[in-house]
């Protein structure tokens, strides 16, 4: 059962990073289009430059929600797990002297021997060993010591580790193992052709990562980041327990994980043909002057349209030059007053000359200031 659990851990953000949140934006897209756009108007069509501005846009609002979401989930699940320190009530740096005292209180609470009647006392007894486990872990400074870097599951592990250079040497055996294969791993991947997206911070992630966990196996104090920043801050603020070592790694872990697949699938939507890179443009002086030319050939061939469609519209009147000259008089009068009278400068322009005008005198004299 545990088997198919991790299985299942691992193999559903590869799901919702590759193909739930693609799928997820394409609906979104459509339903903002529907939202936004006016009925009637046109939408931008798929493979446009519009279209996919705005699907990259939408693509990288929801990866980053997602991975929001993955730091979150961790958290979630271990403020739910079981903990010592959680489960006696004490802070994480609690000395042996208020330990003590307020396990007596428990005692008073919990003892099998004390429970009012009606309370299961096999359940109330597995409780009150399982407190008083919590309690001999944190009296004991090598099982405090190991359980506070690497967590819980580190004292069933290795059942015959007394010291603290037990622990650490263990757990450093394992992480060094793990770390190496999954180096190795990366370095065969990208030899191969696979992984390249977001490689160089696959391999800054996994050192800073690996970093910090062998940091803190190996220091006997918490790590500066948890004892000056961030547990006065949760705790100050009352949102969650302290964070013990082991748990912000967990956290660091994940959180690199999942910023590795967001590198690594947001690089390739700002690569328009990943088989195709774009060529560097020419702007020379010459490459200009052949733009000019070919928007002077386009202007030339645009008048010679114009003059078509004029001639055309002026047929009924091809024998009468009079009425031919006021149609060409009229449609000049109608262009510039309903198409250059509307041009934004040109109001500008007409209204800064009236503004110039001397008040007071008659209009022939008025002129400028």
């Known amino acids: ?27 979104a897209q459509s339903i903002l289009y529907s939202i936004f756009i006016r009925a009637g108007d046109p939408k931008p069509q798929p ?15 929801v990866y980053l929600a997602y991975f929001a979401f993955t730091i979150y989930e961790v958290d979630f699940n271990l403020q739910r797990s079981s903990n010592a320190y959680n489960d006696l009530g004490v802070p994480i740096n609690v000395d042996e002297s208020d330990l003590n005292s307020r396990f007596r209180k428990l005692t008073i609470r919990f003892h099998p021997d004390k429970i009012a009647p009606g309370i299961d006392r096999e359940a109330a ?26 967590g ?19 757990t450093l055996l394992s992480a060094l193992t793990n ?6 791993f990366l370095i065969g991947a990208n030899a ?29 104090d918490h790590p500066s980041i948890l004892t000056k920043y961030l547990n006065p801050f949760v705790t100050a603020l009352n949102l969650r327990p302290a964070y013990l070592p082991f748990q912000i ?76 000259g006021e149609l060409r008089e009229a449609l000049k009068k109608y262009m510039v007053q309903n198409v250059v009278h509307q041009e934004k400068d040109v109001r500008n322009a007409i209204g800064q000359s009236m503004a110039k005008r001397r008040p007071g005198v008659p209009h022939g004299a008025q002129g400028t200031k």
């Open 1 to 27: 059962m545990a088997r198919a659990s991790v299985s299942w851990d691992a193999l559903g953000p590869f799901l919702a990073w590759q193909f739930l949140i693609p799928l997820a934006a394409g609906w």
């Open 47 to 61: 493979g446009s430059v519009r279209f996919v501005k705005h699907r990259r846009q939408i693509l990288i609002a």
């Open 125 to 150: 007894n597995d409780y009150y060993i399982h407190l008083k486990h919590a309690r001999d872990i944190i009296l004991d400074p090598a099982k405090r010591f190991a359980y506070d870097r690497f």
């Open 152 to 170: 819980p599951d580190i004292l069933n592990q290795c059942k015959s580790c007394i010291t603290i250079k037990d622990y650490v040497d263990n």
């Open 179 to 184: 770390y190496g294969i999954l180096l190795v």
């Open 192 to 220: 191969l052709g696979f992984l390249k997206d977001g490689s160089y911070w696959r391999y800054l992630g996994l050192l800073a990562v690996a970093t910090f966990e062998l940091r803190t196996a190996m220091r006997p």
């Open 249 to 324: 790694i967990a956290i660091a872990k994940k959180a690199s994980i999942s910023a590795a697949q967001f590198l690594a699938l947001l690089m390739p939507l700002y690569r328009p043909d990943p088989d195709r890179p774009t060529q560097p443009t020419n702007d020379t002086e010459n490459t200009q002057h052949q733009q000019i030319d070919r928007l002077n050939a386009f202007v030339a061939e645009c008048n010679k349209d114009a003059s078509r469609l004029l001639e055309l519209e002026s047929t009924p009147f091809r024998d009468d030059e009079r009425a031919k």
